[in-house]
């Protein structure tokens, strides 16, 4: 059971909890009936997103093996067999997808929509440079459009889904970076599009992304409010301006950053700036708004 559940990857399920935007950012975290509808379907994409890590383990076997990390991984290790993965994505798959078209069939499209992405990412995109990085940053996209489908959104900024797309393309840059100095010279025989990357191309992408998340989420503060006559979400860009840099630093100084969800669980003043930020948002909308 150790084996299947950690094939799951629970812990980049914390990806998953953007799907709450839609709900959080129109203000209405505190009605029950659109918590439980975002709730379920977070819950459903964890079993898409699982049954996803699940074939992509399934088609990357040999390549994990050559990973110091990745190796340990129960399909590369042995400890679940090939056999059974191929069982346990299938059952997945018979449970996700009827789930998701029950909640909603805009729902159920786009999970279907984001498994045939990372299957096709698995299989070609992720051998060609830059577009390997776009489909990750993608995938975040669909995850917030998933959360703005499932409930009536009164006001949802398009700013948001633009900040989404750089902040993923800023930590899909980093993860190639941290994989590049972790790796070495082995890097491209792990993953083939480390071929087309070099450590000051990635740093001056991380760069313009970094540049891009800044004036995006500055935009969006100054028009946050429906009516554009209250800017106090400019009060939270400091927070966003400390994480950014902090998972600079990280990255320039580790190679924890080859995974960005441990980052965010493992580094404290990550957390703590996290966690500021979404309590100063919550207070923010719900309170001054």
Partial sequence: MNAYLETLRPKQWIKNLVIY??????RQLLNLGPLLR????????????????TLNDILDVEADLMHPQKRHRPIASGR???????????????????????????????????????LSYSKWLKKIILIDVMVIALGFVLRVAAGVLVIQVNYFSPWLLVLTTFL????????RLSEIKLLEDQ????????????????????VVMLSSILITYCLYTF?????????????????VLYGIFRYMVILQNSSLASSPEEVLLNDLPLKITVALWAISVVIILYFFF
């Fill in 21 to 26: 935007a839609g709900l959080v950012f129109d």
């Fill in 38 to 53: 975002v709730t379920g379907a977070v819950l459903i994409f964890c079993l898409v997103s699982g049954l996803t890590y």
């Fill in 80 to 118: 679940l067999s090939l056999r059974s993965a191929r069982i346990f994505a299938a059952v997945l798959a018979l449970i996700a997808f009827p789930a998701a078209f029950a909640l909603s069939t805009n729902f159920g499209i786009i999970c279907l929509v984001y498994t045939t992405l990372i």
């Fill in 168 to 175: 993923a393309l800023y930590l899909g840059f980093g993860k």
């Fill in 187 to 206: 890097a491209g025989a792990h993953r083939e599009v480390l071929y087309g990357y070099t450590a000051p191309l990635l740093n001056n992408l991380l």
């Fill in 223 to 239: 028009s946050s409010h429906p009516d554009g006559s209250n800017s106090m979400m400019m009060l939270t860009i400091p927070f």
